[in-house]
Every structure is written in structure tokens, then in C-alpha cells.
């Protein structure tokens, strides 16, 4: 048993030694301990969570109701020719593990909604993750993650863009140029009910047009990797950056 888990810890030792090198023993230490739960696991969420893993988040908590659908694999992490027609965060958990298989990875195929709320138990994490697309959820995850001590932290839209240069970071309510960040302060203004704190958003304030109709089959808006990654990759830095 003991000589396991020497061979657990020598191998995590190895895989995070760069990063080791450059935030130090104390950081790698308090970043291991980190509880990180990130609700929507698509072409945002899926890059958060390698992120969080590859930098050395060991308690992750992954949720999504979807499955992997052949109009995913052009942005998400897990979204292969293989792996069509698999629970998303299933296919998730097993891309993190061949990363760091000591790593505790909690994969829940759920939704996030006023029926499901209480049952995530958002207050026991560190950190909270939002990457959910429906306004009505999303907006409700914001009052609910912002009652927490938890650090909370949100995607705006990352569709419709193509210019990595234009994606940044702002406090919520000084987010300029993106439709989804309006409309959630019109809902909040609407319902009289607001975030319980300020909180970091990635966005973007490109906005494209489609170039050819929507499908009625699949009504999301035209996306890319390139732009959805680094929303994803920078709410992860939010997150390593807070805790070092």
C-alpha cells in the first residue's frame, strides 16, 4: 500500500514539475488541495477543466446533462469521432484521468436548475465555475454562487467571434459589448434580485453575424475552438492565479 502510493506521488511529482518550478512547492501544495466544481462542460467548460487538471487541481466536479453530438467536435475538448453519442462529462472524466489519474474526478450528468440547485452543494467548493449557456440557469447560478464564500467566476458568450485578441476580463457589471452579459443585468433589474458580490466574467466584445442559416435541428450560433478555449483557459487562470 505504502510503496503505491509513493509510486502515486512520484508520478504526480514528475507531471507537475514544470509547473512546480515556476509557482513554487507552497502554491502546487494549495492548488492540490482545491475544490473546483464547473457547471457546463462544452467548448468553455471542456478547456477549464483540462486547464484546472494540467496545472494541478486534484478535486474537480464536472457538470453537464449533455451527450457528445457530431457539431461539438469542431470546439470541445472531449468531442471526438470515438466518442459521439457519450455522456459529455463521461468522456470528460476519462480524457482528465489519462492526465493525472491520482486526481479525483466527480462527474455528474445533470443540469444546473431551480430543481436541481440545492442538490450541488455549491457552498462546500473553492472555487465555482459558470460556463452555462441558458441565461435563466446561468442567472440563477450567479445569485445563488455569489451567497457562497466560494470565488466565482463566469462565461460571457464566446460565440459569434473570432478575434482572440479582443477576449479580456472585467467585473460583471462593467462588462461592455456582450449580449448575454446585458441580458443578464436586464434579468436581474427585471426580478429585483442581484449577484450577492462582484465577480470576474471572460468575454469578448466582437460580435459576428452567421454566414449561413441555422440549423433548426441544432439552433446554437457558429463558434471556434480558438475562441472558446481561451475563454476556458482564462477562467482557469483566474482560478491558479487566485490561489498562488
Known amino acids: ?14 507531471i507537475f514539475r514544470r509547473s512546480e518550478l515556476l509557482l513554487g512547492e507552497e502554491a502546487m501544495c494549495r492548488i492540490g488541495e482545491k475544490r473546483v466544481i464547473i457547471f457546463g462542460v462544452g467548448g468553455v467548460g471542456s478547456w477549464c477543466a483540462e486547464s484546472l487538471v494540467r496545472s494541478g487541481i486534484k478535486h474537480l466536479t464536472i457538470v453537464d446533462s449533455d451527450r457528445v453530438c457530431i457539431t461539438n467536435i469542431n470546439r470541445q475538448l472531449m468531442a471526438t469521432t470515438k466518442t459521439v453519442g457519450q455522456v459529455k462529462v463521461d468522456a470528460l472524466k476519462e480524457r482528465l484521468l489519462s492526465i493525472n489519474p491520482s486526481a479525483e474526478i466527480n462527474a455528474l450528468q445533470q443540469i444546473f436548475t431551480a430543481e436541481t440547485a440545492e442538490s450541488f452543494d455549491i457552498g462546500s467548493y473553492d472555487y465555482i465555475i459558470d460556463a452555462i449557456d441558458s441565461l435563466k ?9 455569489t451567497q457562497t464564500d466560494a470565488k466565482f467566476y463566469s462565461s460571457m458568450g464566446a460565440a459569434l467571434k473570432l478575434d482572440p485578441t ?23 433589474k427585471r426580478d429585483g434580485k442581484y449577484p450577492g458580490h462582484k465577480f470576474q466574467c471572460v468575454y469578448s466584445d466582437e460580435l ?12 446554437g450560433n457558429g463558434s471556434i475552438v480558438h475562441i472558446t478555449a481561451i475563454f476556458g483557459f482564462m477562467l482557469a487562470a483566474l482560478v491558479i492565479q487566485d490561489i498562488r
Request: charged fraction near 35%; glycine fraction near 2%.
Open 1 to 14: 500500500m505504502e510503496s503505491e502510493l509513493n509510486k502515486h506521488m512520484a508520478l504526480y511529482q514528475a
Open 137 to 145: 440557469d446561468k442567472a440563477l447560478l450567479i445569485l445563488m454562487a
Open 166 to 188: 479582443r477576449i479580456k476580463t472585467a467585473e460583471f457589471w462593467k462588462v461592455q459589448g456582450d449580449p448575454l452579459a446585458r441580458a443578464l443585468r436586464k434579468h436581474f
Open 208 to 219: 459576428l453575424e452567421n454566414k449561413m442559416p441555422i440549423d433548426p435541428d441544432d439552433k
